[in-house]
Structure formats: C-alpha cells, structure tokens
C-alpha cells in the first residue's frame, strides 16, 4: 500500500499533496441531497443569490469529506486502523460550485497506542486552500495507525 506507517511520520513533517479537486454543482447538491440536508443555502439558487454570499455555497461537511480524502493517498492508505476523532474543525471561507481546493497536511503530535502494540496515534493538522489562497477548511484529525510490520 502506498499509506506511511506510524514509523515513518515525523512531527513536523508536512505534505503538500498534489491532488486537487474543483468541487462542482453535482458534488455540492447530490451530497446534500444524500444526508438530507435541505439547507436553502446548499440547494436554492435563488434564495442563496439573497444571502451574504450571493450564491449557493458548498456543504461544508462535503468539504471536510474531500480534505480529508485528499491527504489519504501520500499519507494513510492501507496503513490506518481508524480514524478516532476529529477536533478545531473550521470552516474560514465559504467553498463555491467551481472552486478548486489543494490541502496541506502537518503532522502535530505522534504517541504509541496504550492497548495496541502493533499501532500508534498520528494526530494530524489539515487544510483545505482554494485557488485564491484561501483557507476554506481546517481540522486536526487523529488517526490510529499501523506500525510497521515485524518479519
């Protein structure tokens, strides 16, 4: 698998991970939609051309979805056990249809797992930053996960 083990994180270390992604109508409505979300602001074009923002805003939940499974690939695949909470989660900017977000990821703090010998916790720090710079999610998110295996 292409995910590093507990071994292979330092704290310090960070990750620009090169897969971006522009979030679309279908992602932002279908996603709503599915978690029953009827949230004018997410669906409604034309009450959400009333608000603040003047358009329809990105499910923010869905953003926090696609930071985080875009860090997945250059850090965690195949080698985490689970995931064990998610804290600090913020939303700085709203994400809109057509917007396209890249993340970075800072590993905060590592320790060994208390019950299980074969893993340990990395607790990570993301972001989610639109192509104008922006930050538009943030989370530091801990992981259990898999130590390297013994021959």
Not at 38 to 56: I, M, N, Y
Not at 73 to 95: C, E, Q, S, W
Not at 113 to 140: L, M, W, Y
Request: proline share 3%; hydrophobic share 40%.
């Amino acid at each position: 698998m292409a995910g590093l083990y507990y071994e292979d994180f330092t704290v310090g270390r960070v990750f620009e991970h090169e897969w971006t992604r522009t979030v679309t109508e279908m992602d932002n409505v279908l996603f709503s939609s599915l978690t029953m979300n009827v949230q004018p602001l997410h669906l409604d074009e034309e009450f959400a051309s009333k608000t603040e923002f003047g358009q329809r805003i990105v499910n923010s939940l869905f953003t926090l979805g696609l930071m985080i499974g875009i860090t997945v690939n250059d850090t965690t695949l195949g080698t985490t056990i689970a995931n064990l909470g998610m804290t600090d989660v913020r939303f700085p900017k709203p994400v809109f249809h057509g917007d396209t977000l890249r993340v970075r990821t800072r590993v905060v703090s590592l320790r060994e797992s208390k019950s299980r010998p074969d893993a340990g916790i990395v607790e990570f720090a993301h972001a989610a930053i639109n192509q104008r710079g922006e930050i538009v999610a943030e989370c530091t998110r801990q992981a259990l996960m898999r130590k390297k295996p013994r021959s």
